[in-house]
Structure formats: structure tokens, C-alpha cells
């Protein structure tokens, strides 16, 4: 089977033209979808290139970052910088022109922008028993000043089942309908634009019967479109009716500071409470 980015398996490379090309058929689709635009594709990449990757994964660095509360449960993520040499090049090409100018046919969105920090990407993993609760992503950028459009996400989990949990959800604005739902399958790619309304997430707790946990690659992207008109939040977390799922009342708290405190003010005091989980 043919897969839909055909970068070499030893350089990575692709041109920009022949990236353009890859993703024209799957346009129309991808930016008419409901309720906000996102596709899901299988045998993204040579599945050469995952294995390679889940080999270096194999051992891991201590994680820069960890989430063990209500609404992310036991997820860890790792920067690229950290990781092996050939995962470390997957990255870099997944920042480079030829899959900018892929995304940018696939969404409509030009002027697409890499991040070279990585921010909140990189590797994730989320062990058994985790979870991430329906969520809008964080809208900005502070350090780049610029505007997050774009996420993609690759499964890098051999042979999972539905029944293991960790699928990636898709809801509605009014969070009363999921509208899609992605298995975390190996070499499987789901890409969405993302907004302040774009909720999503992998809610069903991960129950792998060997103990397997659930890992991804996670790249965001983004666009010089920030102005001083617009309000930067960070991630946004939404209970789904009839679950026990539970309100992230820590944001609300940011929330209100912010509404209440001078910008300077807030900037110091809110990441001290964040620090400290407050």
C-alpha cells in the first residue's frame, strides 16, 4: 500500500511539488468537514519510518513535562531534542517546507508557520489509566506572538483495538454530540484547525491488556494573523454530558484573574500559581 506521504524512508525528503500533490485530492474534504475542518489518514508514512521511531522510544528520557489531575491523567511528553537521532529528523522534516506546503493544500491555510520550540509537542504518551479530557487548545503563541491554526497528530501503536481506549474524539460546539472518533492506530494521521471552539480529545481512559501505553506524535502550526484585539487563552477543558468528567475549575480561576488583574500583574502572578498547580 502506497502511502499518502511518501518522504524517503532514509532522508526524509520530499519536494515541496510532489507534497502539494499528495495532499490535493484530499482538500475539498478535509476543509468541508463538520463540525470544524479535520481528516483522518491511514498508512500516513513508510511504516519503515514509525518503526524506526518506536525503536528509539524504546528508551526514554525523563519527561520535561507530566500530567496527573483530573483532566489530563497520566500523560507524559517528550521534546525532540532529547530523543534519538532518527526521530529527531522526522521532526525536523515534519517542520520543513515540503509538509508545510502539503498542509497548506490539504487546509487552505497559508502562510503556515513551524514551531521550533515544540511547544506543548513533541512525543506524548499516556500510560494506562490515562486520559485528556475534551479540550479547545491554547490559541496563542506568546514567545512567537502568533495565532495556533493547526495540529497533527501520528499514532505510533502497533495492532490497537478500539477497546483499549485512548480514540481520539471529535465534538460538536455545544459539546452535546461527538461527531468522529480515530482508534490511535499505527501509521494512522488525523490533522484538524483549531479554535477556541474546536473541542477534542482522547477521554476514554487508555486499558491496554499488557500494560502498553498510548504514544503520538503531536506537531502544531501556526499563522502571523495575532493582533491586540484577540484574548490568548490557554487549553480549555469541557466535561461531556452524562460522564463524570470534570470541570477544570484551575483555568476558571486564570480566567477570572486575568479579567481582573493589569497584564503585568497577572503575567507574574499567573505563572506562580501555575507552578504550583493552583
Not at 21 to 49: R, T
Not at 161 to 170: D, L, N
Request: hydrophobic fraction near 35%.
Amino acid at each position: 500500500m502506497v502511502p499518502v506521504y511518501k518522504i524517503d524512508s532514509e532522508s526524509l525528503l520530499i519536494s515541496a511539488t510532489e507534497a502539494r500533490e499528495a495532499a490535493a485530492p484530499f482538500a475539498e474534504s478535509y476543509q468541508s468537514a463538520k463540525p470544524y475542518a479535520h481528516a483522518g489518514f491511514d498508512n500516513f508514512l513508510d511504516p519503515v519510518i514509525l518503526d524506526r521511531v518506536r525503536e528509539e522510544l524504546r528508551v526514554l528520557p525523563e519527561a520535561e513535562t507530566m500530567f496527573d489531575r483530573p483532566q489530563e491523567k497520566l500523560k507524559t511528553s517528550y521534546q525532540p531534542e532529547r530523543l534519538g537521532p532518527y526521530t529527531r529528523a522526522l521532526f525536523q522534516s515534519l517542520n520543513s517546507k515540503p509538509f508545510l506546503a502539503f498542509l497548506e493544500e490539504l487546509t487552505g491555510i497559508s502562510g503556515l508557520i513551524p514551531d521550533p520550540y515544540f511547544a506543548g509537542g513533541g512525543i506524548h504518551v499516556v500510560a494506562n489509566g490515562g486520559h485528556l479530557d475534551i479540550h479547545a487548545d491554547f490559541n496563542h503563541h506568546g514567545k512567537m506572538n502568533l495565532e495556533r491554526r493547526l495540529n497533527v497528530l501520528i499514532y505510533l501503536n502497533r495492532d490497537w483495538r478500539e477497546e483499549w481506549g485512548g480514540s481520539f474524539e471529535i465534538w460538536n460546539p455545544e459539546m452535546t454530540e461527538k461527531v468522529a472518533s480515530f482508534v490511535p492506530e499505527f501509521n494512522r494521521m488525523v490533522c484538524f484547525s483549531t479554535g477556541s471552539d474546536t473541542w477534542h480529545g482522547n477521554p476514554e481512559p487508555v486499558n491496554h491488556p499488557d500494560g502498553e501505553p498510548r504514544q503520538s506524535i503531536a506537531l502544531y502550526y501556526y499563522t502571523a494573523t495575532w493582533d491586540s484585539t484577540r484574548k490568548s487563552h490557554t487549553t480549555l477543558f469541557k466535561p461531556r454530558p452524562g460522564t463524570e468528567d470534570k470541570k477544570d475549575r484551575m483555568v476558571a480561576r486564570h480566567a477570572l484573574l486575568q479579567d481582573l488583574l493589569p497584564p503585568v500583574i497577572y503575567r507574574r502572578l499567573g505563572h506562580r500559581l501555575q507552578r504550583l498547580g493552583i
